[in-house]
């Protein structure tokens, strides 16, 4: 009997070379529409698959595959007997290969189509045949990948396609459907509201690159982007340096999030209000006196350094000086296109990865001297709305920890000046980084101590303060005491931290607030003379 195939495919690449592989070998083509057309002109002789079912195709082509005799063709076993009877009791031939990709919706979701335009590019009767050839895998070659298109050749001129070549390619059907189908519920279900944590949580990933390892070295790794949407690292270039390791990635990560939470609370940041002990309205507008420029420094996950300058040099300066010990083998964000001075100053201390919007010439010149250093032009901000964390046998789905504040009450009786507010607005942005326990001191738009990842408060802020105390006593910051102020990411229990942060001269605190202690933070910052606020949002990140 005469081996049939049906090939049906959107994307063109390749199919000429099997059309006339099994054209020349003996094979009859059905086909439908478009690749029926293309075929055609190449002189490769098809059947229309609308001669076969003796149906038109209709509804504006929603209608061409979705039939008896086609899907009959596909479904049936080989060997049983029950089937072959059938088929021949009902004049269907069998279908030995089924050769289709679909509807491009990965790629038109995302082009800012109207809903209804992108519901169009939802493919039905392609994947409706991959799956039934995929079902049948034992008698079907099925091929969804161009990719595989050489060795379903190589297979079939041997003779025989061996069962393990068919059942990962029923594997990979099944692996690209239900990505297809995570990407459409997700499109159909949104993110808000009640779909927001929908019954069954889908994501649609497709493999960007393979890694050397991962944390370490006896550990695989992978990096898989979002099919359905283009996220930060969908848009990221790299343009010169070593292959990014798995914790490049993470740290890129954090760096490129760090940026973009600039943007967002700071550079753009609106005035905000709320009451003093009294019940009296306060103002807070969060404006930088130090200049637009932002860069962060993070090593292992967690920032060393932050700072804001007039230029990149001065910002980058103002970062490294937090920490210069740990920014050792650490990642640079910036959030302005590095220039040749500004690369020039961090050539100087060994760096694994710098991610900005952009280099210029210059700066590329100067670090094509460091040819293992990784540069990377990002483009896209973060878009992301939820984070993941694996747990064994499942995942923590939260949303993505993105205000600021709740609210802005001025709880001592000292109040905090617009130098110490802006501040305090620029240490809260870096706090969202850092490591629970995270104590940070901040002096002139820029953190000199940053103390994380403690078991407890207390040795969070006795390690931020006692190197912001070598910071200032380096000489790096300005001589204003009274510029300096603390942040913590969650709530004191205690006020030793309050007690702490006096010793070393500190005279304004922001917390979220929040303990059942609250007000013996509130007595001891009002006894030694400092200003706290409360923001009533907390910022763990573990």
Same mark, same amino acid.
């Given at each position: 009997?005469?081996?049939?195939?049906?090939?049906?495919?959107?994307?063109?690449?390749?199919?000429?070379?099997?059309?006339?592989?099994?054209?020349?070998?003996?094979?009859?083509?059905?086909?439908?529409?478009?690749?029926?057309?293309?075929?055609?002109?190449?002189?490769?002789?098809?059947?229309?698959?609308?001669?076969?079912?003796?149906?038109?195709?209709?509804?504006?082509?929603?209608?061409?595959?979705?039939?008896?005799?086609?899907?009959?063709?596909?479904?049936?076993?080989?060997?049983?007997?029950?089937?072959?009877?059938?088929?021949?009791?009902?004049?269907?031939?069998?279908?030995?290969?089924?050769?289709?990709?679909?509807?491009?919706?990965?790629?038109?979701?995302?082009?800012?189509?109207?809903?209804?335009?992108?519901?169009?590019?939802?493919?039905?009767?392609?994947?409706?045949?991959?799956?039934?050839?995929?079902?049948?895998?034992?008698?079907?070659?099925?091929?969804?990948?161009?990719?595989?298109?050489?060795?379903?050749?190589?297979?079939?001129?041997?003779?025989?396609?061996?069962?393990?070549?068919?059942?990962?390619?029923?594997?990979?059907?099944?692996?690209?459907?239900?990505?297809?189908?995570?990407?459409?519920?997700?499109?159909?279900?949104?993110?808000?509201?009640?779909?927001?944590?929908?019954?069954?949580?889908?994501?649609?990933?497709?493999?960007?690159?393979?890694?050397?390892?991962?944390?370490?070295?006896?550990?695989?790794?992978?990096?898989?982007?979002?099919?359905?949407?283009?996220?930060?690292?969908?848009?990221?270039?790299?343009?010169?340096?070593?292959?990014?390791?798995?914790?490049?990635?993470?740290?890129?990560?954090?760096?490129?999030?760090?940026?973009?939470?600039?943007?967002?609370?700071?550079?753009?940041?609106?005035?905000?209000?709320?009451?003093?002990?009294?019940?009296?309205?306060?103002?807070?507008?969060?404006?930088?006196?130090?200049?637009?420029?932002?860069?962060?420094?993070?090593?292992?996950?967690?920032?060393?350094?932050?700072?804001?300058?007039?230029?990149?040099?001065?910002?980058?300066?103002?970062?490294?000086?937090?920490?210069?010990?740990?920014?050792?083998?650490?990642?640079?964000?910036?959030?302005?296109?590095?220039?040749?001075?500004?690369?020039?100053?961090?050539?100087?201390?060994?760096?694994?990865? /710098?991610?900005?919007?952009? *280099?210029?010439?210059?700066?590329?010149?100067?670090? #094509? @001297? &460091?040819?293992?250093?990784?540069? +990377? %032009?990002?483009?896209?901000?973060?878009?992301?709305?939820?984070?993941?964390?694996?747990?064994?046998?499942?995942?923590?789905?939260?949303?993505?920890?993105?205000?600021?504040?709740?609210?802005?009450?001025?709880?001592?009786?000292?109040?905090?000046?617009?130098?110490?507010?802006?501040?305090?607005?620029?240490?809260?942005?870096?706090?969202?980084?850092?490591?629970?326990?995270?104590?940070?001191?901040?002096?002139?738009?820029?953190?000199?101590?940053?103390?994380?990842?403690?078991?407890?408060?207390?040795?969070?802020?006795?390690?931020?303060?006692?190197?912001?105390?070598?910071?200032?006593?380096?000489?790096?910051?300005?001589?204003?005491?009274?510029?300096?102020?603390? /942040?913590?990411?969650?709530? *004191?229990?205690?006020?030793?931290?309050?007690?702490? #942060? @006096? &010793?070393?001269?500190?005279?304004? +605190? %922001?917390?979220?607030?929040?303990?059942?202690?609250?007000?013996?933070?509130?007595?001891?910052?009002?006894?030694?003379?400092?200003?706290?606020?409360?923001?009533?949002?907390?910022?763990?990140?573990?």
């Amino acid at each position: 009997m005469k081996k049939r195939a049906v090939i049906s495919v959107f994307k063109k690449e390749g199919v000429l070379e099997l059309a006339s592989f099994l054209n020349e070998s003996g094979w009859e083509i059905l086909s439908t529409g478009g690749t029926a057309a293309y075929l055609t002109q190449n002189n490769i002789p098809v059947t229309d698959v609308s001669t076969v079912t003796g149906f038109p195709e209709c509804l504006d082509g929603r209608v061409k595959t979705l039939h008896p005799k086609i899907h009959a063709g596909i479904l049936a076993r080989r060997d049983n007997a029950a089937h072959m009877e059938k088929l021949e009791q009902l004049s269907v031939a069998p279908i030995d290969l089924v050769c289709v990709n679909l509807y491009p919706f990965f790629e038109k979701v995302q082009a800012n189509l109207s809903f209804n335009e992108t519901v169009e590019f939802i493919d039905i009767g392609g994947p409706t045949m991959l799956r039934a050839a995929a079902k049948n895998y034992q008698d079907v070659i099925v091929l969804t990948d161009p990719a595989d298109y050489d060795a379903a050749i190589s297979e079939i001129k041997s003779g025989s396609t061996s069962i393990e070549f068919r059942r990962q390619l029923a594997g990979k059907v099944f692996n690209l459907t239900s990505a297809y189908d995570a990407a459409i519920s997700r499109f159909m279900l949104g993110e808000k509201g009640e779909n927001e944590y929908p019954e069954y949580y889908v994501l649609s990933l497709k493999k960007q690159q393979s890694l050397r390892y991962g944390e370490n070295g006896h550990q695989s790794a992978c990096l898989y982007t979002t099919a359905d949407y283009k996220g930060a690292f969908g848009g990221m270039k790299q343009l010169q340096g070593k292959e990014l390791s798995y914790n490049n990635i993470r740290d890129l990560d954090v760096a490129w999030k760090g940026v973009c939470a600039f943007s967002k609370f700071i550079k753009n940041a609106t005035p905000v209000t709320g009451v003093d002990t009294e019940g009296n309205p306060t103002s807070a507008t969060f404006a930088s006196s130090a200049g637009s420029v932002f860069t962060i420094g993070l090593k292992h996950n967690t920032p060393c350094g932050a700072a804001l300058g007039r230029n990149v040099l001065l910002s980058y300066k103002k970062t490294y000086n937090c920490d210069p010990v740990s920014i050792f083998g650490g990642i640079i964000g910036c959030s302005a296109v590095i220039d040749e001075e500004a690369a020039q100053e961090m050539v100087k201390c060994f760096l694994e990865v /710098i991610v900005a919007p952009g *280099f210029t010439d210059g700066a590329l010149k100067v670090f #094509a @001297a &460091k040819k293992n250093l990784r540069l +990377i %032009v990002a483009e896209i901000p973060v878009t992301d709305t939820h984070s993941y964390l694996s747990v064994d046998g499942g995942f923590l789905i939260q949303g993505n920890d993105d205000k600021l504040f709740e609210k802005w009450d001025v709880v001592t009786k000292a109040k905090p000046t617009q130098a110490q507010i802006n501040e305090m607005a620029f240490g809260m942005t870096i706090a969202m980084f850092a490591k629970s326990n995270a104590i940070l001191v901040i002096k002139d738009q820029a953190a000199i101590g940053i103390g994380c990842g403690q078991t407890n408060r207390i040795w969070a802020a006795e390690q931020a303060l006692e190197r912001a105390q070598n910071v200032v006593k380096s000489g790096v910051t300005s001589s204003d005491e009274n510029a300096t102020v603390l /942040i913590s990411d969650a709530f *004191f229990p205690f006020d030793d931290t309050v007690r702490a #942060a @006096a &010793k070393y001269g500190i005279k304004a +605190i %922001v917390q979220p607030g929040g303990s059942i202690r609250d007000e013996d933070s509130i007595k001891a910052c009002d006894e030694l003379g400092i200003s706290m606020v409360f923001t009533g949002t907390r910022h763990f990140k573990h």
